[in-house]
């Protein structure tokens, strides 16, 4: 089937979504700040259905994790920092230097950040929960207003206060 591409509507504008083969190598947004190091290939939307429900059950609030065949392309390093995102729970968030820590390099949150930066695959691999070292909103090749959507996406929902009393 080779390397293709489709594109797909959401709450945070059009996403393109890139595969090879049965997997998913891109997620990108419209005005994605980085662009892809692999060409996206024909538009051929046939083989996306999976991922495209599973992003409509995120966005719904009913999915919290993905089970999709993913192989993003990059180096030993940012593919070792992509599995760190893996990691962090729906809902939370960990800083730069607590992924550098993760990796054993407790100095090394810039290019822990770099890496970040490069994910292929927004949302799915969840660069969105990573912050500044004083919880800020930090970069984000999505642009911070779609950054701040997903994680409020992903608050819990607030205490019925009512059922209290």
């Not at 089937?1 to 979504?17: A, F, K, N, Q």
């Not at 230097?97 to 990796?103: D, E, F, S, T, Y």
């Not at 890496?115 to 691999?125: M, Q």
Request: charged letters at 20%; glycine letters at 14%; a negative charge.
């Amino acid at each position: 089937m080779g390397v293709r591409h489709t594109v797909t509507d959401s709450p945070v504008g059009s996403l393109t979504l890139v595969a090879d083969g049965a997997a998913l190598i891109g997620l990108y947004f419209d005005g994605h700040s980085r662009p892809p190091r692999v060409p996206v290939g024909p538009r051929d939307d046939s083989g996306f259905d999976d991922a495209i429900t599973q992003l409509g059950e995120y966005f719904a609030g009913t999915r919290t994790r993905f089970s999709l065949e993913l192989a993003p392309r990059g180096s030993a390093f940012e593919l070792a920092v992509w599995e760190q995102l893996l990691k962090i729970p729906y809902g939370e968030t960990r800083t730069y230097r607590q992924l550098a820590v993760a990796l054993g390099d407790p100095g090394g949150a810039q290019a822990v950040g770099n890496a970040n930066g490069w994910n292929p695959i927004s949302i799915i691999v969840p660069c969105h929960r990573v912050v500044g070292a004083d919880g800020r909103l930090t970069g984000y090749a999505g642009g911070l207003s779609r950054k701040r959507f997903l994680l409020s996406l992903e608050e819990p929902p607030a205490e019925d206060l009512g059922r209290l009393f």
